[in-house]
């Protein structure tokens, strides 16, 4: 009996969470070629564990008082159908990752959604709402600066001028907009009954403390996204506030989400200390910028795509577009769709396969549209 449930919680641990899985195998292989050494800590970005880390307490924090709830009920009661409530999460993640970037976005958004909709929706639709949102905060961000790292890692790196790069990203951020405002019609146009939406008769007064207090922590995550703070000082007043407030949060913490981002650092850390692969970058990148920026985001994600790439051209516009649009592609092409694949994952009737398929299939096709802009 005992070997049954373990065999069968080994099972159900390697189906929800098959990317870690997958990304720490990637690891450990690559281990073999190049062997552990200090360097390693060189490849981890600890400023995005912390930030993940610091929203998801801070996410937490906010729902453990009830304000997804209450936001919910008045959400549904606006939005009268299925098509404009999934419409209107598409386009907080679209709009939001602009200003807050594309992880920040998926990891408020994709939550609430999943909460507010996930009743209303058969398994087939749910899942097109999570690939749509995050391709929303994918294609937003794209538009602006620090609307992901690999934006401000370019912007900085190239000293970009912004008029340059607003002009560059507009065409592809302005078709991602139209492309989203038709993916409702994937949407059943079923009204919400609002007689069905239980009133849940709370209001935020008696937590307003707490609420006080999340919302000084989420605008100090946010304000060291921008950097004006240091995530050091954030990390530790946030680990200070919750575990006065209500220490239970830090158990809803997605540690593997965060093995996972670790494990992916030290595969693509590793693959850029073998020699053979440089070279090979090296001699097909000249005047091939997007294509091989997209390929190889497909491989090892868009932004140690820009960091490894950055090293051989001086054409900081191309790299630019190549890996914004190698953003689209595979699970991990871009590392915040891990975000929201985690969140669908974690429900009780998740079909993961399902999932992956039409993630990819949605992604093809934005891709594909979106690489006809960059041929005429």
Known sequence: MKSKFNKQSMITFLKKEAVLVIATALALCS???????????????????????????????????????????KLLKYAHTIRRASLMFILLCFWGSMVITNDVALILFV???????KKYMSG???????????????????????????NLYIFSTYQMNPLIFFRTMFPYAGISFILLLLSAFLFPKTTIDTKEIKSLKRSLKP?????????????????????IFSFEITLVICIIFVFVLNKRLFLQVDYYLLL?????????GNLGQISQIQNGIQS??????????????QIISNVPATLLLSHFTDNGIRLLI??????????????????????????????????????????????GILLLLVAL
Request: proline share 3%; with cysteine.
């Open 31 to 73: 281990c073999i070629v190049v062997p552990p050494s200090k360097a390693y800590f060189n490849y981890i970005d600890f400023r995005v564990l912390s930030l993940l880390f610091c929203l998801m307490l801070i996410v937490a924090g906010f729902r453990s008082i009830y304000l997804f709830d209450i936001l919910a009920e």
């Open 111 to 117: 939550p609430f959604s999943i909460f507010t909709l």
């Open 260 to 268: 996972t981002f670790i494990a992916f650092f030290i595969f693509v």
């Open 207 to 227: 937590y307003a403390f707490s609420y006080l207090f999340y919302t000084v922590l989420f605008l100090f995550a946010l304000a060291t996204v921008i950097r």
């Open 124 to 150: 087939r639709t749910f899942i097109f709402l999570i690939v749509l949102e995050t391709l929303g905060a994918n294609l937003g961000s794209m538009f602006t600066p620090i609307g992901n790292p690999q």
């Open 322 to 367: 190549g890996v914004n649009l190698g953003g689209l592609g595979t699970l991990i092409a871009s590392m915040a769709s891990l975000i929201s694949y985690k969140f669908y994952a974690k429900e009780k009737e998740s079909r993961n396969l399902s999932y992956f398929l039409w993630f990819t299939c949605f992604n093809l096709v934005f891709l």
């Open 284 to 297: 097909i990148l000249q005047s091939h910028e997007i294509a091989v920026s997209i390929l190889l985001s």
